[in-house]
């Protein structure tokens, strides 16, 4: 348990986000930048989709973000016939007291992982949506809470089809980041084939000291944002729904996480204000996945080569 007489201000959330990266480093090699967006989701309580190749630490990132922090983890295998009561849970009957009683499912924890969340079915994507959205799942009539703080880290393979069911774009607006790994440096991945077997994400303790992490996502809430940032953060959004090569703008919500996520990249870097870099260096993460392109789809017309356009052509304030 954390002093309660330590202050908690954007250098204490920069030191946490520091122990927090630098425990997820000890597994996850040469991917500073995509530990950095996986510790800005959590400090915004945001979900996160990990999009990439197989192979290269999608599931070790997402468990050993858990496994720093302590928390109670659930992991989801995705398969085309896993139903949603798999995902949420189900009422079962008790002959002892004669009534049904509700056993949650994996979904109620602290951080998910939905491994490879494209091969499960519409039905059971769907299930998601609540969860994701409210925090909330509803059985029988009846909601229940889900623990808090409450994060879904999911994966899926962009270049595999067969027995996918691709991602409706309300499930992926949910996702408050996107990133990806991609293939580690010749260093990097030398260091990989040097690193012991028992060097997993299992063997990892969490961060020490623990971080407060409810007071860090609460302080990074409050932090300030001057009107012409919020500015410049409506013209990126907005100048997404204006071109004629996109077919799906960035929605409002993506302005919210936008301005969420450009919160938590100030404090990571030790400020208690929003910066215009800070909104640079959320705009991909944030907004790359919420584009879709009129033409080409996704891999032959990449929303991120659209989204560096908006941030060449929308001025930045001084």
């Known amino acids: 348990m954390m002093n309660q007489s330590i202050s908690i201000d954007a250098a204490y959330c920069k030191d946490a986000s520091d122990r927090i990266a630098a425990n997820i ?3 996850v ?3 500073h930048d995509t530990v950095m967006t996986a510790v800005c989701a959590l400090f915004c309580e945001g979900h996160m989709l990990l999009e990439d190749v197989p192979g290269v630490g999608k599931t070790l990132l997402a468990k050993a973000l858990g496994a720093s922090l302590g928390f109670s983890c659930g992991r989801i295998q995705c398969t085309s016939d896993l139903l949603p009561s798999d995902v949420l849970g189900v009422n079962i009957y ?5 009534d049904f009683v509700f056993r949650p499912g994996p ?10 969340i494209n091969r499960a079915n519409p039905k059971t994507q769907s299930a998601l949506l609540e969860c994701m959205e409210e925090r909330q799942v509803t059985s029988d009539g009846v909601s229940m809470r889900l623990p808090r703080p409450f994060m879904i880290i999911a994966t899926q393979n962009p270049i595999e089809y067969d027995g996918t069911f691709p991602l409706p774009e309300a499930q992926l607006d949910r996702f408050f980041v996107r990133a990806s790994l991609g293939y580690p440096d010749l260093d990097s991945e030398f260091l990989i084939l040097d690193q012991k077997e028992g060097e997993k994400s299992e063997s990892l303790m969490p961060a020490d000291p623990l971080p407060d992490l409810r007071a860090i996502q609460k302080f990074t809430e409050n932090v300030f944002v001057s009107d012409s940032v919020k500015n410049y953060i409506l013209e990126i959004v ?7 090569s996109v077919f799906l703008g960035a929605s409002p919500r993506a302005s919210i996480a936008l301005q969420r996520a450009a919160r938590a990249f100030a404090v990571m870097n030790g400020r208690n204000y929003v910066t215009p870099d800070d909104v640079k260096k959320a705009a991909h ?4 996945h919420r584009i879709r392109m009129a033409y080409g789809g996704r891999g ?8 560096d356009k908006i941030l060449a052509s929308v001025s930045v304030p001084v």
């Open 25 to 27: 480093e000890k597994v």
């Open 29 to 31: 090699i040469g991917k």
């Open 94 to 98: 008790n002959r002892k007291i004669e």
């Open 107 to 116: 979904v109620n924890n602290n951080i998910v992982l939905i491994d490879e």
């Open 238 to 244: 907005r100048s997404t729904r204006k071109d004629s």
């Open 285 to 288: 993460p944030v907004l790359d």
């Open 300 to 307: 032959n017309n990449p929303a991120s080569v659209f989204t």
